[in-house]
Nanobody, 122 residues
Framework: VQLQASGGGLVQAGGSLRLSCAAS????????MGWFRQAPGKEREFVAA????????YYADSVKGRFTISRDNAKNTVYLQMNSLKPEDTAVYYC????????????????WGQGTQVTVSS
């Protein structure tokens, strides 16, 4: 599976962005999908995940109520709608695909995209 993330950019605090991750290769619907982020000098951390049919979603406490993950299996794309952005959300955001069910941890993912930069100014 090849993953291409897009939609990052510079936004003021309180603003919104929508990230997209387009998948190609093996059947997209077989994979749980997740978003992770990595800020400078910090470890990569879990942001949100969604199971294969969108029936289950998971969020880090830091983004719960502000971010929404969704997927469109017909378009082989997963999205991350980010609202009420804060400066601490600044990071490179990565999408990833998991063939197994362990979507809450980095090691549960089989494929990673290249990342898209999100910068939130105060």
């Amino acid at each position: 599976v090849q993953l291409q993330a897009s939609g990052g950019g510079l936004v003021q605090a309180g603003g919104s962005l929508r990230l997209s991750c387009a998948a190609s290769g093996r059947p997209f619907r077989n994979y749980g999908m997740g978003w992770f982020r990595q800020a400078p000098g910090k470890e990569r951390e879990f942001v949100a995940a969604i199971n294969w049919n969108g029936g289950s979603t998971y969020y880090a406490d830091s983004v719960k109520g502000r971010f929404t993950i969704s997927r469109d299996n017909a378009k082989n794309t997963v999205y991350l709608q980010m609202n009420s952005l804060k400066p601490e959300d600044t990071a490179v955001y990565y999408c990833a695909a998991a063939l197994g069910g362990r979507v809450l941890i980095t090691s549960g993912y089989d494929y990673w995209g290249q990342g898209t930069q999100v910068t939130v100014s105060s």
